[in-house]
């Protein structure tokens, strides 16, 4: 099992992103070095009970003094963005665990970067990244309006490499130019409001595309049978009821394990799976993941036969 790391940071400064968008800079109260991160990753905020939340981080893994997030405030959501914004203070500090990755830049000659809203805190430090690396980029950015769309400054040094398209000003993203006719070996990564990644999706092919959501997809899958776990430190055996998750099930066995979202969106339960095959529902993973069946979200994903074995 790996240790996860979990602390209490300091907000050491919060700015104004953009409209309703508040960039959060956190540091370890002591001084300490915080963990290394790569592109693409995120950490949970613990505000409170049931109210745990993954933000990106779209700072410089260079820089380990300081992890930066950056929260788009949602007034019709569960209660997280609210809290970031009407209640955290510079001096405050926070429970954090993480950072995790799903959504990690691999390598390539050349990228196409597509954010929509929020949706571009994972890509900010992609870019950079590509940048170092030498590859051929670009990034389509949409949103609201202009003055919703969080870093443009900061996108500005990239030049002509970065399209901008406000809604209000260009309509929806015209995903044609950026997506049809992918020289090859190009990735396309993708992060933003679930239809702008279904409408990516549509047009690009899997293998080339990597996606983050922050809402689930319409979860897949067959029926929701019973079957039994093994849990691999202890043996035991348990059985899951029909409807009822692996998550849920372990726990009121008494077995403690990190879970957060219990959608399959943040991947704080993954589960190595040492036998069986598992019936993947999340939307997290990628294809290739699948159908390798070595890892599974254990909230929202069961088994396909009658017998799993997991690392728990």
């Not at 070095?33 to 779209?58: F, K, M, N, T, V």
């Not at 929701?224 to 099930?249: K, M, Q």
Request: glycine share 12%; with cysteine.
């Amino acid at each position: 099992m790996t240790t996860v790391y979990e602390t209490h940071l300091v907000v050491d400064g919060i700015q104004s992103a953009a409209d309703g968008v508040r960039a959060l800079s956190l540091r370890h109260p002591l001084g300490e070095s915080l963990p290394a991160w790569e592109p693409g990753a995120h950490i949970d905020l613990l505000l409170g009970p049931g109210l745990e939340r993954q933000y990106s981080l779209c700072g410089d893994p260079a820089d380990r003094s300081v992890w930066r997030i950056a929260v788009l405030r949602e007034p019709h959501g569960r209660g997280g963005s609210a809290h970031v914004h009407e209640r955290l203070r510079p001096g405050d500090t926070v429970r954090v665990r993480g950072p995790r990755n799903h959504f990690a830049l691999r390598p390539a000659p050349r990228y196409r970067f597509v954010a929509g809203g929020i949706g571009i805190t994972p890509i900010l430090p992609m870019l950079a990244a590509a940048e170092a690396a030498g590859a051929e980029w670009s990034l389509l950015y949409g949103g609201r309006s202009r003055a919703s769309m969080a870093f443009t400054e900061e996108l500005a040094r990239y030049g002509d490499r970065v399209t901008l398209a406000p809604q209000d000003e260009a309509g929806l993203l015209d995903l044609g130019p950026v997506l049809d006719a992918l020289p090859e070996g190009t990735l396309v990564y993708c992060c933003g409001p679930g239809p702008l990644l279904d409408a990516v999706e549509a047009r690009c092919p899997s293998g080339a595309l990597r996606v983050e959501r922050f809402q689930a997809k319409e979860r897949q899958g067959g029926e929701d049978a019973g079957f039994e776990v093994e849990l691999a430190s202890s043996g035991r055996t348990l059985t899951v009821a029909p409807g009822v998750s692996v998550l849920d099930t372990v726990r009121a066995a008494g077995v403690e394990v990190l879970f957060s979202c219990t959608e399959g969106t943040c991947g704080t339960c993954e589960t190595d799976v040492l036998d069986g095959a598992p019936d993947h529902r999340d939307s997290v993973l990628t294809d290739e993941e699948r159908e390798a069946g070595e890892t599974m979200m254990i909230c929202v994903s069961r088994c396909r036969g009658k017998r799993l074995v997991l690392d728990l």
